[in-house]
């Protein structure tokens, strides 16, 4: 079913985003901070540089060290000294930034990026992100009603591994425990959607493991692959839903087995396939599918989210942490 298209090779716009951020302060030379962030369509040789404003820009953390290093995952760290805004660079190996400057550079010529951030924006916490798969995920750190029992969420159970592979974590924060949930950073519309995840068959019932697209612009556009009991021990592991779950035709239960299994679902005009299958790549079998074809939503503003979470049945509570974890994502137009 994913093999029917190529991916498209589209060229990165350089880009850069805080993943964390000091609160504002006034200059000084005595205290240093911790600042922190992401690059996207960086290249090799290219680096970050800082700037924290007290009076002018001044670059950070010294003007005898003022290069901050990009990781290979696209993620830099360094400290600043504080100020009452931060900015980060994206620059070629031919940049020669100022010790101070009175306006920062505009993207050009050796300049690919520019981050600003200022005032609100520096006594609210700033979203943090994961890099997984080629994509850019957002990580929850709000409650949320999903399953229709609230749920904390920690940044810090979710992260990928030297492998590459996404992980997600429910683990218990003194007497309450938290959940895990990455939402893409963008839109993608119609295509097909693969998720390849490992063993979930030993999950307790009270963990839902789900893949679904959400708007939070307009209308939901929700589409689910959930993998989970609810609480229940007598119940099919798995379903395949389109909103609103409450018209019986919208959902449909299946049995999801042990070992490896490679989720996904084909979106298109007026219809979705849904589609399960035992294995990776050529050799998988499939184990279910479906086809919806009505209510299906039309592409908006959704965007992809993973999560983890705990549906809170009283008759059969989480009792132990849980762990589930992603090797792969892809999309194909």
């Given amino acids: 079913m994913l093999s029917g298209c190529q991916p498209a090779r589209l060229k990165v716009e350089p880009s850069i985003e805080f993943t964390h951020l000091p609160p504002a302060g006034e200059g000084s030379p005595d205290k240093l901070v911790a600042i ?11 680096r970050i540089v800082l700037f924290a404003r007290s009076g002018v820009w001044w670059v950070q953390p010294t003007a005898r060290e003022p290069y901050t290093a990009i990781r290979h995952d696209g993620h830099w760290k360094n400290d600043t000294h504080p100020g009452i805004a ?8 031919n940049f020669r930034p100022p010790t101070t400057i009175s306006d920062l550079p505009n993207k050009s010529g050796d300049v690919l ?44 159970n979710a992260w ?29 519309g119609y295509g097909s959607y693969r998720f390849v995840v490992r063993d979930m068959s030993k999950l307790e019932p009270a963990v839902v493991f789900s893949v679904f697209t959400w708007d939070e612009a307009g209308p939901p556009r929700e589409m689910n692959i959930e993998i989970g009991r609810w609480g229940e021990t007598a119940v099919k592991n798995a379903q395949y839903v389109i909103q609103p779950y409450y018209v019986p035709a919208n959902v449909v239960r299946f049995m999801a087995p042990a070992g490896v299994l490679t989720h996904s679902f084909r979106w298109e005009p007026g219809r979705v396939i849904f589609q399960t299958a035992r294995g990776v790549g050529a050799g998988a079998t499939p184990v279910a599918s479906h086809t919806f074809s009505s209510g299906v939503p039309a592409p908006g503003s959704e965007a992809v989210h993973m999560n983890l979470y705990v549906y809170d049945n009283k008759s059969n509570p989480l009792r132990n942490s849980a762990e589930v974890v992603v090797e792969k994502f892809e999309y194909l137009p």
């Fill in 36 to 46: 922190e962030g992401h690059v996207t369509g960086a290249q090799p040789g290219q």
């Fill in 160 to 188: 990928t591994d030297k492998s590459g592979f996404l992980h997600l974590r429910i683990d218990k924060q003194a007497k309450d425990w938290t959940s895990a949930e990455v939402t893409l950073t963008h839109s993608l």
């Fill in 86 to 93: 931060y900015a980060a660079l994206l620059v070629t190996a």
């Fill in 113 to 156: 990026a520019v981050a600003i951030a200022e005032g609100k924006r520096l006594s609210r916490p700033v979203a943090r992100s994961v890099s997984f798969s080629g994509y850019q995920w957002e990580l929850r750190q709000t409650p949320s009603g999903r399953g229709g029992t609230r749920n904390a969420y920690d940044p810090a």
